[in-house]
């Protein structure tokens, strides 16, 4: 409490000081001179002359502007003073010279930018964890050949049944394979991303859909009708569905044969469904910012892609 | 006064022994040092480029005020006096003073 109250007085004196500079300095300059008085008589009553009293008095009092320098100094707003004349000294520095002000400017904004990008791309690489509950219990496996550490292939279905059911140290794996689709039946066609997955990423992630449901156990089977998992996003845009809510579209396998899909309403509903990761607004790697098939794992080859794919219709 | 024997004062005295002189009575800057000297007698010749920056910050702190008076030859000059926080920080200084030099003394003591 004492220690606050000192500082307070500290900061409003010096405050003061800086208000009232000259009141405060002409205090000063009166104070130095009442001493050198003072000291002048108190040396004539000791029986010098006045010239020798005064002689020797100023001789003890020394410089009286280094006095006052030390006095100033002892207030914080002595630091701030000459901060500031220090700042105004180095602009008027780079005034005079603009050019070597401009590559200084232009080379520290440059630094700065680059360093900025640097990190937001390892900050989103690195060190935001994935938005999903116990990021850090995630792992991605990846096959890697001793020739040629950094390259991953992709792996065979049967391998990853392999890695699934010898695998110790995993609570669950899922496999995916990222791949480009086209959407047909309504309006302009697209080609949003699509990822092929194993039925059980969901759980794994803990991904929850906001609508409907996501892919069973059942939807994994090579004669089961492809389901279809819908981003958010996606399912929100109204661009995806060309503005309307009742329609039916298509999504097949650019290179692949198709046939148009079809179903009841009531079955349609049940395939359609939004899913959203925990953050949607972060996608990641598992993010279903897709739309999700689920379908026997092909390991990036086309196997099954003549089946059609029921994309059933959206409402709202 | 004994010139040959003048000391620099012990780093952070200055504060306190300004502080004492003041609790004996307000006195202008000039009266202090004299008053420093004599009672040192002479050991402490405290100059006014130590002075004023100590009086300022012990102003500062609120341990000390300032206030303009008339003096005995009719002019007007800056007298100190104590506040009632320097009279509390005086009685710590004094008691931790005394606490380290009787411990010094010790020690030389055993020492020697």
Redesign the interface.
């Given at each position: 409490m004492r220690a606050l109250t000192a500082l307070l007085n500290r900061l409003a004196s010096g405050a003061r000081a800086i208000l009232s500079k000259s009141r405060v300095e002409r205090e000063l300059d009166a104070e130095l001179q009442e001493y050198l008085n003072t000291a002048v008589e108190h040396k004539m009553a000791s029986g010098m002359s006045r010239a020798d009293a005064t002689r020797a008095a100023r001789a003890e009092m020394g410089s009286v502007a280094a006095v006052k320098d030390h006095v100033r100094d002892a207030g914080w707003e002595s630091t701030v003073e000459s901060v500031w004349r220090d700042a105004r000294y180095g602009l008027r520095l780079l005034l005079r010279s603009p050019g070597f002000t401009a590559v200084t400017v232009i080379t520290l904004a440059l630094g700065i930018g680059a360093n900025t990008a640097v990190f937001s791309v390892a900050h989103a690489v690195l060190l935001r964890s994935l938005p999903y509950p116990e990021p850090q219990r995630l792992v991605a496996l990846v096959p890697a050949q001793k020739s040629q550490p950094s390259t991953a292939d992709p792996i065979s279905y049967p391998t990853f049944l392999d890695w699934h059911e010898q695998s110790r140290s995993i609570e669950s794996m899922a496999a995916y394979v990222v791949a480009q689709s086209a959407l047909t039946g309504l309006g302009d066609a697209d080609a949003p991303i699509t990822v092929a997955v194993t039925p059980n990423v969901f759980s794994l992630l803990g991904a929850t859909p906001l609508a409907g449901r996501t892919l069973l156990p059942a939807d994994g089977d090579a004669r089961a009708a492809r389901a279809v998992v819908l981003s958010e996003p996606f399912w929100r845009d109204p661009i995806s569905w060309g503005g309307s809510s009742r329609s039916t579209v298509r999504l097949i396998r650019s290179s692949a044969s198709c046939r148009r899909a079809s179903g009841s309403p009531t079955r349609a509903r049940r395939h359609n469904c939004g899913c959203r990761s925990s953050n949607s607004a972060r996608s990641s790697r598992f993010s279903p910012h897709a739309p999700l098939r689920s379908c026997p794992w092909s390991g990036g080859s086309s196997v099954g892609s003549a089946c059609p794919r029921r994309l059933p219709r959206c409402r709202r | 006064l004994a010139r040959g024997e003048q000391r620099d004062l012990v780093q952070g005295t200055l504060h306190m022994l300004i502080l004492k002189t003041l609790a004996l009575e307000p006195m202008?800057?000039?009266?202090i040092g004299?008053r420093l000297g004599q009672i040192s007698q002479g050991v402490f010749q405290v100059?006014?480029?130590?002075l004023?920056?100590?009086l300022?910050?012990l102003?500062?702190?609120?341990l000390i005020a300032g206030l303009w008076q008339t003096?005995e030859?009719n002019?007007?000059?800056?007298y100190y006096k104590l506040t009632a926080?320097g009279r509390a920080r005086l009685k710590q200084e004094a008691h931790d003073w005394e606490m380290q030099a009787a411990a010094i003394a010790r020690i030389l003591k055993v020492s020697s």
């Open positions: - | 202008h800057g000039y009266g004299v100059n006014a480029g130590s004023f920056p100590a300022r910050r102003e500062r702190d609120g003096t030859n002019r007007r000059a800056k926080g």
